[in-house]
């Protein structure tokens, strides 16, 4: 018994000893800790270790409805050294940063529609744009009529901020020419897809949804190297998302659960908050459900399906069976609730996908 008593002590002392080190070395700890990392990831170009294909950032896959854990609706699409952006919606675009997507190098940026939940972080976009690419000519941003107006505002609003800047700065760095953004305005046919970009041998095509009475809404279909995804936009179930859709390896689709928008509709009226119970009521009518997703994503013929812009939000991955409410029953193939941080790969000329988080 003598040597198990000793043998405790003797542990009980190295704790101690161990913990009394940690904390008189904590500082010295955290600063080497912090200068290795700082070596690893500030400054280098993360995307550039990635292999040739089509490559999918999650940046933002929530609604206008806060989220502790999913950002406003983003997508980042690296597509061999075309970066490309569909929608900037709030804090998308600091996560975006944090998975090593080139917010510096983007092409273009592709707004859906003008609902502020797909908009709110234009400004920052065009700001770490304009700063991380040095750049000398503005961004390009394309979207619907409108789109003009908002960037204006924009403009305008970050005016002041880009002075600073370039004094603090230089022209070197915040070149007065690149602030700020061109604009392209597109207008589409009532029906079909018309191709709306096409450089380094990436096609993107836009094409309308019915997002009524928010109109004209977009979707959009992105095609490199034998590689496809579809982007539904904000839409009810939709003939327009399936056509496109069809050849896509991934379709990325928007999702709201009526069932559990309609108790948190319930819950606001009962709480005596009428005026919130008509939005959560409201909104059921303009988007789609994970089944019907799941429906369009089976008669396109897609690979997979990734449910983004999620109404309800969802904390925990608990809810998701709730939320997915059977939806796995309608598709052949694999569904994913998205996730911020979610990254996946569709390798040039391959049928492989490469899923990842970058954040966790
Ligand atoms: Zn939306
Ligand atoms: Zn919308």
Not at 92 to 114: A, C, I, N, Q
Not at 157 to 179: K, W
Request: aromatic residues 6%.
């Amino acid at each position: 018994m003598k040597w198990f008593l000793r043998g405790a002590i003797g542990l009980v002392v190295l704790l101690v000893l161990t913990g009394v080190a940690f904390k008189v070395f904590q500082a010295r700890i955290g600063a080497t800790v912090f200068e290795r990392m700082a070596g690893r990831l500030v400054g280098v170009d993360q995307a550039d270790a990635l292999d040739d294909g089509l490559h999918v950032y999650f940046c933002g896959t929530g609604s206008p409805l806060p989220d502790p854990e999913r950002a406003g609706p983003c997508l980042g699409v690296l597509a061999g050294k075309t970066a490309l952006i569909f929608d900037t919606g709030s804090g998308s675009l600091r996560k975006l940063m944090r998975m090593g997507f080139p917010v510096g190098e983007t092409d273009m940026v592709f707004l859906t529609h003008l609902h502020s939940d797909h908009i709110d972080g234009l400004g920052e976009m065009m700001l770490q744009a304009w700063i991380g690419g040095s750049r000398t000519t503005p961004v390009m941003i394309s979207g619907p009529e409108g789109t003009g107006e908002v960037v204006d505002g924009f403009v305008s609003a970050y005016r002041i901020d880009a002075g600073y800047r370039t004094a603090h700065h230089g022209d070197a760095v915040a070149n007065p020419s690149g602030f700020g953004a061109r604009v392209n305005e597109i207008s589409l046919p009532e029906s079909g897809a018309i191709e709306v970009f096409s450089e380094g041998g990436v096609r993107v095509q836009a094409f309308l949804v019915n997002h009524e009475p928010v109109a004209p809404a977009f979707g959009y279909r992105i095609d490199y190297k034998g590689r496809s995804i579809t982007i539904s936009g904000d839409t009810v179930q939709s003939e327009a998302v399936r056509d496109a859709a069809k050849g896509s390896d991934l379709l990325i689709h928007e999702a709201l659960n009526r069932d559990m928008v309609a108790v948190m509709s319930e819950a606001a009226a009962r709480n005596g908050n009428p005026e919130l119970s008509k939005v959560f009521s409201d909104i059921l009518d303009y988007h789609t459900s994970p089944s019907e997703a799941a429906e369009t994503a089976q008669a396109a013929g897609v690979e997979a399906l990734v449910l983004t812009h999620i109404v309800p939000p969802l904390p925990t991955p608990m809810l998701y069976p709730a939320f997915l409410d059977g939806a796995g029953k309608k598709f052949d193939g694999k569904i994913q609730v998205g996730e911020d941080g979610m990254m996946i790969s569709l390798p040039a000329d391959s049928d492989r996908m490469i899923r990842r988080n970058l954040l966790n």
